[in-house]
């Protein structure tokens, strides 16, 4: 691994300047299927489909279901709320012609001046007989030569199309729709399950198109994001409507296992030093099939031109910037050492145990008892019989839950209070503060954490205070750090 060094103080960049998936991003929003459907008992909250688009040396996130975030380094995002707040699953941005532009699945065209909006909704896609049309999980990309095409697709076994647009008028379509390729069951990946066992079943959705270095990179979602086999794939062309060939080199993103699963309809976009990343769903699906998160990781180009992205993290990652060459390694080498351990807990609901916060599992969680005013859980790092040895860690994420969400009952998150401390000696039992939010006032549904590297052998995380009208719960609660 070769670091970028920081000149100027000679020091290599240093704990604070990672990531950790899932993003830390704030003001998760309730899943749009939450209100659309009055019959759903329970209400979650939801990111997915993230479109980026690189302006003005920010990068704009824009997500299923809120709008949108801001970053400039990829590890402190802002919210910015846009109007219209949200139109539609999984939108796509795009800069043209000093204008901003928004779509999404079965919406008409919005455009504005800024990034941030107002968008203005300037009427329905028109093919090239005039005759409205409704794309879903559409993509719009402009090339360099100003040429700006549409690609769509998300259907049960079904393809991606393409067709190019007037650049003086993007609302319609100049070629008829064109497939461009279509599910292909040969390839295992694509099929339908969590173990892709149903191979007449499929979605394939979620085209994303990218180019470098004169070949075009049109990437796609298959076997549908309720699965942890939910991956991205991709075929190449020298032309942006093809004919494009899958690539050898697939599918370019795929995890089933651990934390971070299911992970596919995103983007592709530059970073900083020539550098690529790719922004994905990966699936939580703890109260709804729809029930997601965002992660993001290097991209990179092989030998053969291939597009792919080594692997989905859950571990601490160096941010854009740091890593040279972060598509080959990115890891700071931290590493998980909570899961699975000696725990203990202030309360605990009947088959909500605290084992769940620790078993590296979004689908499960923890859940006190209503009346705990200050629920806490403490794990022990280290084998007890060898109370000699120390963990040195640096770095914490916690997944939080809302188990009784409910707008109409009055049940609204809120930020949520707390600290992490850590015991340097299990006998003297002496806790040292850590991350301090016990005045937090900020809504971090997701929350990562880092903190000056220290010695430990049992760590715990204390809520300080919450809303007194929904409880609260832990999907996830992990140190990173490393055995000394």
């Given at each position: 691994?070769?670091?970028?060094?920081?000149?100027?103080?000679?020091?290599?960049?240093?704990?604070?300047?990672?990531?950790?998936?899932?993003?830390?991003?704030?003001?998760?929003?309730?899943?749009?299927?939450?209100?659309?459907?009055?019959?759903?008992?329970?209400?979650?909250?939801?990111?997915?489909?993230?479109?980026?688009?690189?302006?003005?040396?920010?990068?704009?996130?824009?997500?299923?279901?809120?709008?949108?975030?801001?970053?400039?380094?990829?590890?402190?995002?802002?919210?910015?709320?846009?109007?219209?707040?949200?139109?539609?699953?999984?939108?796509?941005?795009?800069?043209?012609?000093?204008?901003?532009?928004?779509?999404?699945?079965?919406?008409?065209?919005?455009?504005?001046?800024?990034?941030?909006?107002?968008?203005?909704?300037?009427?329905?896609?028109?093919?090239?007989?005039?005759?409205?049309?409704?794309?879903?999980?559409?993509?719009?990309?402009?090339?360099?030569?100003?040429?700006?095409?549409?690609?769509?697709?998300?259907?049960?076994?079904?393809?991606?199309?393409?067709?190019?647009?007037?650049?003086?008028?993007?609302?319609?379509?100049?070629?008829?729709?064109?497939?461009?390729?279509?599910?292909?069951?040969?390839?295992?990946?694509?099929?339908?399950?969590?173990?892709?066992?149903?191979?007449?079943?499929?979605?394939?959705?979620?085209?994303?198109?990218?180019?470098?270095?004169?070949?075009?990179?049109?990437?796609?979602?298959?076997?549908?994001?309720?699965?942890?086999?939910?991956?991205?794939?991709?075929?190449?062309?020298?032309?942006?409507?093809?004919?494009?060939?899958?690539?050898?080199?697939?599918?370019?993103?795929?995890?089933?296992?651990?934390?971070?699963?299911?992970?596919?309809?995103?983007?592709?976009?530059?970073?900083?030093?020539?550098?690529?990343?790719?922004?994905?769903?990966?699936?939580?699906?703890?109260?709804?099939?729809?029930?997601?998160?965002?992660?993001?990781?290097?991209?990179?180009?092989?030998e053969n031109g291939d597009l792919y992205v080594k692997e989905a993290t859950e571990t601490p990652q160096w941010a854009p910037g740091i890593v040279v060459d972060p598509e080959k390694t990115n890891s700071t080498g931290l590493l998980p050492v909570t899961v699975n351990k000696v725990y203990h807990v202030s309360t605990e609901?009947?088959?909500?145990?605290?084992?769940?916060?620790?078993?590296?599992?979004?689908?499960?969680?923890?859940?006190?008892?209503?009346?705990?005013?200050?629920?806490?859980?403490?794990?022990?790092?280290?084998?007890?019989?060898?109370?000699?040895?120390?963990?040195?860690?640096?770095?914490?994420?916690?997944?939080?839950?809302?188990?009784?969400?409910?707008?109409?009952?009055?049940?609204?998150?809120?930020?949520?209070?707390?600290?992490?401390?850590?015991?340097?000696?299990?006998?003297?039992?002496?806790?040292?503060?850590?991350?301090?939010?016990?005045?937090?006032?900020?809504?971090?549904?997701?929350?990562?954490?880092?903190?000056?590297?220290?010695?430990?052998?049992?760590?715990?995380?204390?809520?300080?205070?919450?809303?007194?009208?929904?409880?609260?719960?832990?999907?996830?609660?992990?140190?990173?750090?490393?055995?000394?």
């Amino acid at each position: 691994m070769r670091l970028n060094i920081d000149r100027k103080n000679n020091n290599p960049f240093t704990i604070e300047n990672t990531y950790c998936n899932p993003l830390p991003i704030p003001d998760y929003p309730r899943g749009r299927l939450c209100w659309e459907s009055e019959d759903l008992r329970r209400e979650w909250r939801e990111l997915a489909d993230p479109s980026v688009l690189y302006y003005d040396n920010k990068w704009y996130l824009y997500p299923s279901s809120e709008l949108a975030y801001i970053t400039r380094d990829f590890v402190h995002w802002e919210h910015h709320r846009v109007e219209p707040n949200d139109i539609g699953y999984a939108p796509t941005a795009l800069y043209h012609d000093k204008q901003f532009y928004l779509l999404a699945c079965g919406s008409h065209l919005y455009r504005s001046d800024s990034p941030l909006g107002p968008f203005k909704d300037i009427g329905s896609l028109l093919d090239t007989n005039g005759k409205e049309i409704q794309t879903l999980d559409p993509m719009l990309f402009a090339d360099d030569d100003n040429s700006v095409y549409l690609y769509w697709g998300c259907s049960i076994c079904g393809g991606i199309y393409g067709a190019q647009l007037d650049p003086k008028d993007l609302r319609q379509l100049v070629t008829d729709r064109k497939t461009l390729f279509k599910y292909n069951p040969d390839h295992r990946w694509e099929r339908f399950g969590d173990f892709n066992e149903d191979k007449n079943t499929s979605f394939i959705e979620g085209p994303w198109m990218f180019k470098h270095n004169n070949t075009y990179y049109l990437t796609y979602a298959a076997g549908g994001t309720t699965w942890k086999t939910y991956a991205m794939g991709c075929y190449k062309s020298e032309k942006p409507l093809g004919p494009f060939i899958y690539q050898k080199r697939n599918p370019i993103l795929r995890n089933a296992t651990g934390l971070v699963n299911g992970t596919a309809h995103g983007c592709i976009v530059g970073g900083p030093g020539n550098t690529i990343w790719a922004f994905y769903t990966c699936s939580a699906r703890i109260t709804h099939g729809f029930e997601r998160r965002i992660g993001m990781d290097p991209a990179g180009i092989d030998e053969n031109g291939d597009l792919y992205v080594k692997e989905a993290t859950e571990t601490p990652q160096w941010a854009p910037g740091i890593v040279v060459d972060p598509e080959k390694t990115n890891s700071t080498g931290l590493l998980p050492v909570t899961v699975n351990k000696v725990y203990h807990v202030s309360t605990e609901k009947d088959g909500r145990s605290g084992q769940y916060a620790i078993d590296n599992n979004l689908r499960t969680f923890w859940e006190p008892e209503l009346d705990d005013e200050n629920p806490w859980i403490e794990v022990e790092l280290t084998n007890r019989p060898r109370r000699h040895y120390f963990f040195e860690v640096s770095a914490g994420r916690i997944c939080w839950i809302e188990p009784n969400l409910n707008h109409k009952k009055g049940n609204i998150a809120r930020p949520i209070k707390y600290k992490i401390e850590v015991c340097q000696n299990l006998e003297k039992n002496h806790w040292r503060v850590v991350v301090d939010k016990t005045d937090n006032n900020k809504d971090m549904f997701i929350d990562y954490q880092t903190f000056s590297p220290i010695r430990a052998q049992k760590v715990r995380l204390i809520v300080t205070a919450r809303s007194t009208h929904i409880n609260v719960g832990i999907s996830d609660f992990t140190v990173f750090g490393k055995a000394i």
